[in-house]
């Protein structure tokens, strides 16, 4: 909880994209200097019923109407997906028009790599799971040093640092997460390197949500499944929605 403008206020963030149509049911208790319980009314809302309000509101952009019909499309995609609660698909009362607007999404030619072999460093490997956000966990290996050993984190194109990444070894190899990647940096390419105290050292990893998508569209082994893919093309144009809302 936390104060703002003299109004106390409680965030509750951890809904996941499958749990966009599930109800949530709200009461804050609060207990003043002399122990007096109070209880406030108590409320019940679903993100779909939000989305949908505002989808409607024709006092609302273009650019934000359809960032609410791909919002509730990514949902429906990773209730697929999860195969949860798939009889009752947030996006089902949206039109045709609105529900396969998702088809209709670009990728650019090179796919960033990750994974990358240094001759004269690390190795930094990277894997990536997709549920409530993007994960990226991150080992690092070949490295032997008594320094601390971070994980530097840059916005590829203009070299601007996002954040330095802790680790935890495990017998020869360095561990990180980065979960930090908003919903309009899906195109947004990081570049991941290794910090051997404060020294850079390897080769920089370069990595994006767009070169993993368009990975995932060219894999041929089976290894991605249709629902997988249709949850990975609903995410891209999530963001890039959520990109041009707030231009």
Not at 89 to 117: I, W
Not at 239 to 245: I, L
């Amino acid at each position: 909880a936390f104060s703002s403008g003299g109004i106390r206020q409680v965030r509750y963030e951890d809904i996941s994209a499958k749990e966009m149509g599930v109800e949530f049911t709200a009461v804050i208790h609060a207990t003043d200097s002399n122990g007096k319980i109070y209880c406030s009314n108590t409320v019940q809302k679903n993100v779909k019923g939000y989305v949908l309000e505002e989808l409607l509101n024709s006092g609302n952009t273009n650019a934000v109407r359809t960032l609410c019909a791909d919002m509730l499309n990514y949902g429906a995609a990773a209730q697929n997906c999860f195969g949860y609660d798939t009889e009752h698909l947030v996006n089902e009362e949206l039109s045709l028009a609105e529900q396969t607007a998702m088809t209709a999404y670009s990728t650019k030619q090179q796919a960033p790599a990750s994974k990358v072999n240094s001759a004269n460093g690390p190795t930094l490997y990277a894997s990536v799971s997709i549920a409530n956000r993007v994960r990226l966990s991150l080992n690092a290996r070949g490295i032997s040093t008594s320094n601390t050993v971070k994980l530097r984190v840059k916005e590829h194109e203009h070299g601007t640092i996002v954040t330095e990444l802790d680790t935890t070894k495990y017998g020869s190899i360095y561990r990180s997460v980065f979960d930090e990647i908003g919903a309009g940096d899906m195109r947004t390419e990081y570049e991941f390197v290794v910090l051997d105290g404060e020294t850079e050292t390897g080769t920089p990893m370069i990595w994006s949500v767009e070169g993993y998508v368009r990975e995932a569209r060219l894999n041929t082994s089976g290894d991605v499944t249709p629902e997988q893919l249709a949850l990975y093309n609903a995410l891209l144009i999530y963001g890039d929605s959520v990109a041009a809302a707030l231009e």
